[in-house]
């Protein structure tokens, strides 16, 4: 099974830029779906983006649109997801998450999940 390790988070200022990284431990099918999602404390995790290589479809929910980019790196089995223009309501920990399904942008489509990374935006 793919195990997926987050690493980029940390503290920056609101206006500030992060980019998250992800790293698969095998190749993961590049049919497949890769998303970032985040959770805040006590809020639902939701997704923030998706990506599907082989279809070129990228997915983002409204409220990064613009702001963050999600790539990846299929010869290095990583996904990144680029966050500029970060504010305050952007402070989660965010969670990469593998999807056997093409263009899956909901929760239950995704059964493989990274420990998640911490990124706190101060006002």
């Known amino acids: 099974q793919v195990q997926l390790v987050e690493s980029g988070g940390g503290l920056v200022q609101a206006g500030g830029s992060l980019r998250l990284a992800c790293v698969a431990s095998?190749?993961?099918?590049?049919?497949?779906?890769m998303g970032w999602f985040r959770q805040a404390p006590g809020k639902e995790r939701d997704i923030v983006a998706s990506?599907?290589?082989?279809?070129?479809?990228?997915y983002y929910t409204d409220s990064v649109k613009g702001r963050f980019t999600i790539s990846r790196d299929n010869a290095k089995n990583t996904v990144y997801l680029q966050m500029n223009s970060l504010k305050p309501e952007d402070t989660a920990v965010y969670y990469c998450?593998?999807?056997?399904?093409?263009?899956?942008?909901?929760?239950?489509?995704?059964?493989?999940w990274g420990q998640g990374t911490q990124v706190t935006v101060s006002s």
């Open positions: 998450a593998f999807s056997p399904s093409v263009a899956a942008t909901v929760r239950n489509a995704y059964n493989v």
């Open positions: 095998e190749r993961t099918f590049s049919s497949r779906t």
């Open positions: 990506i599907t290589w082989s279809v070129n479809y990228t």
